[in-house]
């Protein structure tokens, strides 16, 4: 399992989608999941330390899992398959190791608030991960992204199969996680 955290999460201005990107933290890759709305918000909030009024589902979770006696101890993207990825929650309950699936997106918001590690299978990150680097060609063109080779060097990938990701990426509205959004 190769650790990560969250890095950004992004809203495409044409399209509203959000993307949350995880980066590896011995690394330079980058692995973007796309996710609802809410849970974006529920993530954004925890990490500007942003408070709500009344308990989110993620706290109230946090919160049963502490009172009933266990503690959340990582937080695994585990899978991917036909596109879609695969989460658990790990939970230790009084020496016992529990693994409940979830989606992504609710497993990231549980964890950053539990502040756990966020681990994401290999198998994964090698599959779905990218490398995201500053193009000095043509700063028009947005982020250039690579994928790892076999010896640990990075290649440039298909540009035609990689056009869907690239026109989401450069419709990303970037600003960092950590402001304030002004009214």
Same mark, same amino acid.
């Given at each position: ?37 809410? $849970? ?31 503690? +959340? ?44 590690? +966020? ?40 540009? $035609? ?23």
């Amino acid at each position: 399992m190769i650790e990560a955290v969250v890095d950004s999460i992004r809203v495409s201005l044409v399209t509203q989608q959000r993307v949350v990107f995880l980066r590896e933290v011995s690394g330079e890759r980058h692995l973007p999941i796309w996710i609802g709305p809410f $849970e974006a918000e529920a993530i954004a909030m925890e990490l500007q330390g942003v408070q709500s009024k009344r308990p989110l589902p993620y706290d109230l979770l946090k919160t049963v899992i502490g009172d009933l006696g266990g503690r +959340i101890t990582r937080i695994e993207v585990s899978e991917l398959s036909d596109g879609i990825f695969y989460a658990r929650i790990v939970v230790d309950l009084g020496g016992r190791q529990i693994q409940v699936d979830s989606r992504p997106s609710d497993a990231l918001a549980l964890g950053v608030r539990a502040k756990v590690p +966020i681990l994401v299978a290999e198998s994964v990150m090698d599959e779905a991960g990218v490398e995201l680097s500053a193009n000095g060609d043509d700063e028009d063109d947005g982020p250039e992204i690579k994928t790892p080779t076999e010896g640990g060097a990075t290649a440039p990938v298909n540009e $035609e199969k990689l056009s869907v990701f690239r026109d989401f990426i450069n419709s990303l509205d970037i600003d960092d996680l950590g402001k304030k959004k002004e009214d």
